[in-house]
């Protein structure tokens, strides 16, 4: 009997990598046994191998069930059971929430799910089973006013607990519009814009919004606004003025929640100018363009009109200066114009429509002295004048001739710009010289034709010789070319009517209403290189002109007291020609030295005091003390 040695069966656990002390035991026992066991039949190699297969596999499936059941232990020890929660916060608020949980050692938690509406800043554990989250709101969001999130509890390496809710209610104020807004704009000029800023503000909660509305000539920078609780918003409200005027404007809101009282808007339009037409009247013989300057700056100003007035196409104005210009008729135009002018400057325009009625009648003779020549006494003669309407109306004229003069037409229409002939019949009986005159009346004037000639004292065969007369005059026998206008027309007589220290008034009778007058003053200045004392006539500032009844009155200003000024007054006829030249006159202003002359009285009377004081000094008797 063989002793062979036992084989190791190998076994298909993976795990084990050698022997261990067991195995080896029993391969001592074995070799040792193996004299005894010679009587024993060997088993064959591989069946031995699958004997220790099978033992290894068996000993690898009961340690696999010894893990699982270690496993289930694990899983059957309960996890700890997290308690529900429930919190309110204000909007935009933070708010700490509790967090429990029932368990008997330290316990975690972990949040399952986020909130919507805010954030979790931060979890901060209070106790074993207990811990803190700060919920913060987002403020402005809008949405429901409930939000959530999901927490759940563990032990530390055991198994996480199902998630339970914390509610959050969320209480939300309601929104609240609070307007700031200035009214009142003050004065803007015309033609810029001003603007002034509107806040809106939600001091509430949720959300405000809504719609601005407003009208011309205001106007916004926006119209509709979305406010959050705490969020403001601007606009600006701007206000461009067309005309001079008192605006009075609103601003109404239309919003959640409503805002019942409309935001009242003032402002003051005004023109950085005034121009305005002061009409013809009986105080005023002609229009007059007024203009102002209301800035504190130099204005120039535009003017376009029509080229049937004499007006100057640009005027510059002084800070804060009045001006008055006189609507002038084109030299050489009589009838009535109308029209508008156009007035520009510094982004501002006016149109003025005015009216300049037409030149009264004038009536002029052609020619102004009517010459007959010599004539025949008892002879009948034929002559012819001229009369022309110098004028823009029609005129109708009386004529009242003198004695032996016969006219067919006594009474005639003249229309303006035009002339009619009017011939003369006459029968001298004297002879000598003859000096008539012939009066032509119009509109309540007169004017006088003066008539000359000559009678012959004897009975002659020839006669008066005929002259052309000008294209204007016709040509009629006896007729001689009128004369040269004089520069000064009929003498006025001036008078004094009041005078003070710094001013004095005069007047004149009103001979003709179409002249225009003006007050001229005499400056006087000497010529050292040629030793001479030069006159020169300007005409004087500060005069105001006027009418009482049927004088024209004058008043000059600013003159220095007790001073004599010399003047004249001139008149002008509608075509410019000068026809009234008056004589210089001499007015003294009042002086001004009546407080120097209660001075002069107060001083001497204490000149005379004292004086008194020291003749009775002098006078009164002296004590002598004896020694």
Known sequence: MSCAPAVLPTTRNPTRTRPTGAIWLLLLLATCACPLAADIEVMPAGKEREK?????????DEASERRLRDSEKV????????????????????????????????????????????????IRPTGEQSAVAVYRHRKGRSGPDQDAFLYAARAPGGAISAPVRVGIRIQRPDPRIEVLAPS?????????????????RNTGGGVAEGTLQTSPPWSLSGDRFRLAAGETAEFLVWLAPSEELTYLGS???????????????????????????DPESLSLPRPVLALENRLETPLEIRVTAPDTLELDPRILL?????????????????????????????????????RISPDPARIEPLPERLQLGDLEPGATATREFRLRNAGGVEAEVRIDPPADFTIERRNVRIPPGNSVPVPITLTPSR???????????????????????????????????????????????????????????????????????????????????????????????????ERRLNEEWLEAPGVTLGEEGKFRTARIDGLRPGR????RVIGTAPDGTRTVTTAPLTVTTEPSWRPRVRAIHLLLGLAVLLGALAVYGRLRPRRTVPA
């Open 52 to 60: 220790e297969a099978r033992r290894a596999d068996r000993k690898a």
């Open 75 to 122: 899983r059957l020890t309960p996890p700890p059971i997290p308690v529900e929660a429930g919190v309110e916060v204000v909007e935009g608020g933070t708010v700490e929430i509790p967090l429990r949980a029932a368990s008997a050692g330290l316990v975690e938690f972990v949040i399952r799910s986020a909130p919507t509406q805010g954030e979790l800043l931060e």
């Open 184 to 200: 009142e704009f003050g004065r803007v000029r015309i033609g810029t814009k001003a603007s002034r800023s509107l806040t809106l």
């Open 251 to 277: 601003i109404t809101i239309l919003s959640t929640p409503p805002v019942a009282t409309p935001i009242p808007l003032r402002g003051q339009g005004f023109a950085p100018f005034t121009a305005r037409i």
């Open 318 to 354: 002084p800070p804060g200066a009045q001006l008055a210009v006189p609507l002038r008729k084109r030299a050489g135009l009589v009838a009535g114009i109308e029209g508008e002018i156009q007035i520009q400057g510094h982004g501002s325009s006016l149109s003025l429509p005015f």
């Open 431 to 529: 002879p000598g010289p003859l000096r008539e005159t012939i009066r032509l009346t119009t509109d309540g004037s007169e004017i006088r034709l003066p008539v000359e000639g000559n009678v012959a004292t004897g009975r002659s065969q020839t006669t008066a010789p005929r002259s052309p007369g000008p294209a204007a005059a016709g040509s009629g026998p006896g007729i001689a070319p009128p004369p040269e206008p004089s520069p000064a027309g009929l003498p006025l007589r001036v008078e004094i009517t009041g005078r003070g220290k710094t001013w004095f008034s005069i007047r004149w009778q009103n001979t003709d209403p179409s002249h225009q007058f003006r007050i001229e003053g005499r400056k006087l200045s000497i010529d050292t290189g």
């Open 564 to 567: 004599a000024h010399t003047l």
